[in-house]
């Protein structure tokens, strides 16, 4: 079972940025074609349920973005690197909590950031906002 890595996690302070990388694993199965899928990222905050905060089209064309992040965080993705981005700007406190990225290879069904069209995650990885 393939999963995606998370990294770029941290302790930030109100306002400041973080970029988290998505990346694929050299052990994915073959069968596995990063440029295919979709990505979603998800946050969890401590105590509360997953939630999709974004969503990026595997050829970049489309994005969306939760209410709550939307002009603060931004994605991307480098097909040829089989990695994803998630830039997060300005961030608040409420921003706090375990990031996910997950892979969707069934394309536009994913682009409302629902977990369950979500096929392959990543481990997660923790981001603190505070001073």
């Known amino acids: 079972q393939l999963q995606l890595v998370e990294s770029g996690g941290g302790l930030v302070r109100p306002g400041e940025s973080l970029t988290l990388s998505c990346t694929v694993p050299?052990?994915?199965?073959?069968?596995?074609?990063?440029?295919?899928?979709?990505i979603g990222w998800f946050h969890q905050a401590p105590g509360k349920e997953r939630e999709g905060v974004a969503f990026i089209s595997n050829e970049s064309n489309v994005r969306n973005f939760a209410e709550s992040v939307k002009g603060r965080f931004t994605t991307s993705r480098d097909n040829a690197k089989k990695v994803a981005y998630l830039t997060m700007s300005s961030l608040k406190p409420e921003d706090s909590g375990v990031y996910y990225c997950a892979a969707c290879p069934y394309g536009m069904s994913c682009y409302l950031i629902r977990r369950t069209n979500y096929d392959y995650w990543g481990q997660g990885t923790q981001v603190t906002v505070s001073s």
């Open positions: 050299s052990t994915a199965p073959s069968g596995f074609i990063f440029e295919k899928n979709a």
